[in-house]
């Protein structure tokens, strides 16, 4: 039964301060069930959760140092990476205008990685929460949004890719102890671990800002977003030292940006081609296309058009259709 209404309530004080309550119910009829239903940005969260996981035990087991050599080849790796991601940071502070204090905040995770070649498990962590750090400036477009109305997604989305590939292809490789000689294995086969766990946990993050509020513009910058970073993913299947695990865990990860994407591709705008058949101002060609002639300066940054007051006849330029 469910109740229908209240009713009244009586006291006495009579019957020893009693109260009674009259209820009107009635029947309730069938329960429905619950359904459940599955959420694509939760299940990239934990895909990418999983896959970070299994990067830091597989770089654990293919990472090792123990002769002289080694330690500085390592140290010197990440010295390499530092700097790498150094100048990743720089590029994405300048196109998303983040004040240069947010960047310097990451120099002590770039110095602990420094202290830590002797223990792979913090090591790796370390590089993890590193990568994180620098992938998530990507997330700060509030700059972006105040100089450029509109085109936050746009240049936060180009950019994620940008510096996703910068990190996700980087190759780290040791130098013989002097020219021409002998490279040990030991050795080899550290440097080769660091640049393959930065490029992990880099596509990871990366991965990770669209199920966390990144959003690609249209549906097409989200099929470039499958296209670069699913590209990124593929490169690490086929490396002959990923193991089993991190092989399933990215497999997943994947599968969850496809199905996150999906999610929201009907909410996203397309994009067409639009050919002037003459030199016209900007304005002009943005209120005859969206009847809107605010939008002339989005015209012109999405086309790197030079000049607004002339915008050449003759060759497409990419409308979005929003």
Known sequence: VIIEEAGEIEESNERQRMASVSLTLVEAGGGSKIKASIV????????????????????AAGYAVGLADSFAAAAKAIGGVSDKIDAVNNKVAAALGIADGVVAAMDILKEQALTLVATPASLATTLRALLSAAVNLLGLTGGVEEQYPGQAAKIATDTALAAAQDLGTLDVTAEPPYPGGPLHPQTRSATRAIGKTVRTHSVIACISLFGTGLVPESTTAAADVVAVLGGLVEQLLVDETTS????AALTDLRAALQQQLNA???QLPTTSTYTPPGSVPAILIAWQLHGDPTR????????????????????PLEILNA
Not at 41 to 58: H, I
């Open 244 to 247: 089993d695990d991190l092989t």
């Open 296 to 315: 002339d300066l989005e015209l012109v940054a999405r086309n790197d058009v030079l000049d607004p007051n002339f915008v050449p006849g003759g060759e």
């Open 40 to 59: 694509p940005a939760a299940v990239l969260a934990k895909a990418a959760l999983a896959a970070g996981d299994a990067a830091v035990a597989d770089f």
């Open 264 to 266: 929201i591709a009907g």
